[in-house]
């Protein structure tokens, strides 16, 4: 199985916004896309996971399910999952019930009932859902708080990365899950998309600093420059922007892609 873009082109209205990417994350492997702010990052990820603002076309897979067709809630239900970069507010929702009743969705179960084996089973996936809470260094209780209501934005990151590993999806967009961390943020952050990656997993972390990759080792690093991905190559890409940044891609967005 791989995650598979092929000339995807991106539109807000009349305006084209990724102008035909293509790249292959096979199954297991972390691959990262970089870039300046502008280049189109946030508005691929919307695209990758079916958000209507946006027209695509050409081809996203995800092993032999094409999903650029899809509405977003089928997209997820083939396995594609996307931590927002700006989570939204649900006030009246309690996260934990959120991720119960998605989880009921997914897995094609009630999630509603009085009985005594509905209420054992809730207090099972509460304490299931409060105990990866605690793994992120989120409070006890902290489940019990209205989704996203009040969250410092550390907190929103962290919990995205709760419902990831709640859901255990099959490919997994992360969208600059490390914009906004402090180094002991960032770390916490490594850590569980460490352990999320089991070897089955496929990752497309989205990020415009390198610096979540001093704990992570990806495969593959691209980068995206005015809406076209303009090098690729191994981690050491990633490191070569950190110290020269990305003024060397300047003007590059018009001239045949390089591949390391």
Same mark, same amino acid.
Request: charge should be positive.
């Given at each position: 199985?791989?995650?598979l873009? *092929? ?6 209205? $009349?305006?084209e916004i990724?102008?035909g990417?293509?790249?292959t994350v096979?199954q297991?492997k972390?691959a ?8 189109g *990052?946030?508005?691929l990820?919307?695209?990758? @996971?079916?958000?209507p603002a946006?027209?695509?076309?050409g081809?996203?897979r995800l092993g032999k399910?094409e999903?650029?067709?899809l509405p #977003?809630? &089928?997209?997820?239900? *083939?396995?594609l999952?996307?931590?927002?970069q700006e #989570? &939204?507010?649900?006030?009246g929702?309690k996260?934990s ?12 179960t009630? #999630?509603?009932g ?5 209420? $054992?089973?809730?207090v099972?996936?509460y304490? +299931?859902i409060a ?5 992120? /260094?989120l409070?006890?209780g902290f489940?019990?708080? &209205? @989704?996203n209501?009040?969250?410092?934005g550390g &907190?929103k990151?962290?919990?995205?990365l709760?419902?990831?590993l709640?859901f +255990?999806?099959?490919a997994v967009?992360?969208d $600059?899950?490390d914009? %906004?961390l402090?180094v ?6 490594a *850590?569980?998309i ?5 070897? =089955?997993?496929?990752?497309l972390i989205i990020t415009h600093?390198? =610096?979540i990759?001093k704990?992570?080792k990806?495969?593959a690093? /691209? ?7 303009? =090098?690729?190559?191994s981690a050491?890409?990633?490191h070569?922007?950190e +110290?020269h ?5 300047? %003007?590059?967005?018009?001239?045949? =892609?390089?591949?390391d």
């Amino acid at each position: 199985m791989a995650f598979l873009v *092929k000339d995807l082109h991106v539109f807000s209205g $009349e305006k084209e916004i990724i102008k035909g990417i293509s790249l292959t994350v096979p199954q297991g492997k972390i691959a990262v896309i970089m870039g300046p702010n502008g280049s189109g *990052k946030s508005s691929l990820c919307g695209a990758l @996971m079916g958000n209507p603002a946006f027209r695509a076309t050409g081809s996203v897979r995800l092993g032999k399910d094409e999903l650029l067709a899809l509405p #977003p809630d &089928e997209r997820a239900r *083939k396995g594609l999952f996307l931590a927002f970069q700006e #989570p &939204e507010e649900l006030e009246g929702v309690k996260a934990s019930a959120f991720v119960r009743k998605v989880l009921a969705k997914k897995d094609g179960t009630r #999630p509603g009932g009085t009985g005594p084996q509905n209420m $054992e089973d809730m207090v099972k996936s509460y304490e +299931k859902i409060a105990e990866t809470a605690e793994k992120l /260094h989120l409070e006890k209780g902290f489940v019990s708080r &209205e @989704m996203n209501v009040g969250f410092s934005g550390g &907190e929103k990151k962290r919990m995205e990365l709760l419902q990831m590993l709640a859901f +255990k999806p099959k490919a997994v967009v992360l969208d $600059e899950i490390d914009s %906004g961390l402090d180094v002991d943020g960032i770390r916490i952050v490594a *850590k569980a998309i460490g352990e999320f990656q089991d070897g =089955r997993r496929i990752l497309l972390i989205i990020t415009h600093y390198p =610096r979540i990759l001093k704990y992570l080792k990806p495969d593959a690093v /691209h980068v995206l420059v005015g809406g076209r991905i303009v =090098r690729s190559g191994s981690a050491k890409l990633a490191h070569e922007i950190e +110290k020269h940044g990305y003024s060397q891609f300047k %003007g590059t967005e018009n001239v045949r =892609r390089k591949q390391d």
